[in-house]
């Protein structure tokens, strides 16, 4: 593996964890808006928490899955 392609492979997954954090939080600000909006604290908050938590699972799943593919052809 040379640097060009190790650098590659470490900013890509270094991103994975902007990307998690972010899919949170912005789920968690829509819903602390929405409830003030509809009167409904805490429940919009924590579902929509909860979608965020969702996409930042989602996005680690094809992390894993795109990385692990990635070896298995390199092994060939």
């Known amino acids: 593996m040379g640097k ?3 650098f590659y492979d470490l900013l890509k997954y270094s ?13 968690l600000l829509m819903g602390i808006y ?10 919009l ?3 929509f928490m909860c979608f965020g938590f969702v996409a ?3 996005a680690l799943i094809k992390a894993l899955k795109k990385g692990i593919f990635l070896e298995e052809e390199g092994e060939e």
């Open 56 to 58: 930042a699972t989602k």
């Open 15 to 27: 991103s994975l964890g902007l990307e998690m954090g972010a899919a949170v939080v912005i789920g």
């Open 34 to 43: 929405l409830d003030k909006r509809f009167e409904t604290y805490p429940w």
């Open 45 to 47: 908050t924590l579902l």
């Open 4 to 6: 060009p392609k190790l």
